[in-house]
């Protein structure tokens, strides 16, 4: 057995085994693994800190003026500072529908600074440990908001898990969560979780304390498998290389 009931499950790591059981295995005994390109989650790195930064120094009542010069003058310079080459149309989408969100939100939404952002937590929820980040979270509007640079274009299995995730440990800590949003910024799309249970997560989790006491992580073959640092690992497992 790889893990104990003391474990702190993200929903990274519940991904992690709904997309591909044997990479959470590789992952959890710290098997040697390739360096994969990194440059776009690099990028999304810098907008994630670039719009942490911009909530820190932003008026409570900011004009949609200085909404766009605010964020544009961060961006601009944290993306400079990255050092990131041949990404510049993902930084000016993202930089485009984040401000486009925002002058949007600034008229419709009750409270305009969140509560918090880029928040980890961690509790105890009916005897699972979980562990999360929130990208930013207000509490007048009891909304989560995770921001994506990625192709997100829809609410899959994966959202769920991470948005529930989330939800379920906003809550515990005592604060209201009437909607989970995804703002894929990169195509311009706000998303919005659809109802889901703590039962669909908490299912999850018992699975993978099933599979470790099976020792059941197979393989599964995915359209992310070329961007998996074990991918030569698992192709030449099992295999003799003189023979």
């Not at 990255?82 to 930084?91: A, F, I, P, T, Y």
Request: charge should be positive; hydrophobic fraction near 35%; glycine fraction near 4%.
């Amino acid at each position: 057995m790889i893990i104990t009931r003391e474990h702190f499950f993200s929903p990274s790591q519940i991904n992690t085994v709904e997309n591909c059981p044997y990479q959470w295995k590789s992952d959890r005994l710290h098997h040697p693994r390739i360096t994969t390109d990194m440059k776009y989650a690099n990028a999304g790195s810098v907008v994630h800190q670039s719009i942490a930064e911009f909530y820190k120094v932003i008026d409570q009542e900011p004009t949609k003026g200085t909404i766009k010069g605010t964020f544009k003058l961060i961006l601009d310079r944290n993306w400079k500072a990255s050092g990131l080459k041949g990404l510049d149309s993902r930084r000016d989408k993202s930089m485009s529908n984040f401000i486009k969100f925002e002058c949007k939100r600034l008229d419709t939404w009750k409270q305009y600074k969140p509560t918090f952002v880029e928040q980890r937590m961690k509790v105890m929820i009916n005897g699972i440990n979980y562990h999360t980040i929130v990208d930013a979270y207000w509490e007048k509007d009891a909304t989560i908001v995770d921001w994506k640079t990625g192709n997100l274009n829809s609410i899959g299995v994966s959202e769920r898990i991470q948005g529930q995730v989330m939800k379920m440990v906003v809550e515990a800590y005592k604060k209201p969560v009437e909607r989970v949003m995804f703002i894929a910024l990169k195509i311009g799309l706000d998303l919005t979780m659809p109802a889901t249970t703590y039962g669909f997560v908490e299912a999850k989790v018992k699975s993978i304390f099933e599979r470790d006491r099976l020792n059941d992580f197979p393989k599964k073959r995915t359209s992310l498998c070329s961007w998996c640092g074990y991918s030569i690992r698992c192709a030449m497992e099992k295999r003799c290389l003189w023979m």
